[in-house]
């Protein structure tokens, strides 16, 4: 989920995307027909080689949220107040698992591989959204996720279903029916807390509320104005709608859906502006969100080790995997 790391190449030192020398101008040009004709680019076929990159950066990035977001709520499974709660958390956790999945599968097709992916993101090098470098302090921080996060993922993700790199808009498809259950259990976990729970349960719900919103906001990336590839992503018909676009989508709904919980949303200057049709909204930390994504978030270097915990306690799995592999191979019959 979580495509604000596209949009943060600038600031981690790549070159922006251009055409290449020594690339063929006419198939170049029938790749730019197929584009403005609205058709799908398949994994077999001719690609500019920024075209390329720009998918594989952002695909990976994408993976790597997925589960690196399967952290924060991973947390509390063991802690989820009863039986029903326990059995969709597990359930989602496992979609967000299911989900890195697919992704990575989609970013094979450009020519990475997973082993390279992982290295990246275990040495530092690859983004993963910064959402999940908050804590989960309470058990309404479960609810709050799936509402405002998965709520903020489907946003983003929806205009992806209809990106021009086909592999991965047919992963979005399944992703996003997902996406929408895991926002759905979100907030009914919530409306229950609210409309069934103590007075200190209600006020744990705000307190998570008053935590996410803003991280959530900032889910959508840097202003459209301070995003330098999005123009060139837009060409590209891998992005289809621009962050500032999505961000008041979200808050838009977001507005409405706390009223029905009844929570606040810690934002003063929330004001429905009768002209625009849209809710205005209060200045955004950015000096927050850049240094969360530089790697200096409550939570970075936690959900890094994890990550590489878990890879290097899977060793043995893999290990003997690749022996069951080799020995089908020389036997086949003894599989
Ligand atoms: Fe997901
Ligand atoms: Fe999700």
Redesign the pocket.
Known sequence: ?YTQAMDTAAREGHEAPAPRPGEDPALQQRFDARIDAGEFIEAKDWMPEAYRRTLLRQISQHAH??IV?MLPEGAWITRAPTLKRKTILLAKVQ??AG??LYLYAAAETLGSSRDQMLQALHGGRAKYSSIFNYPTLSWADVGTIGWLV?GA?IMNQVPICRCSYAPYARAMVR?CR??SF?QRQGFESLLTLMQRGTPAQQAMVQDAVNRWWWPAVMMFGPPDEASPHSAQSMRWGIKRVSNDELRQKFIDAAVEQARVLGVTLPDPALRWNEARQHWDFGAIDWDEFWRVVGGDGPCNAERLAARVQAWEDGAWVREAALAHAARRQREPLAA
């Open positions: 989920m949220s997925e977001g979609d967000e989900h890195g998965d993922a992703i997902e996406e895991h």
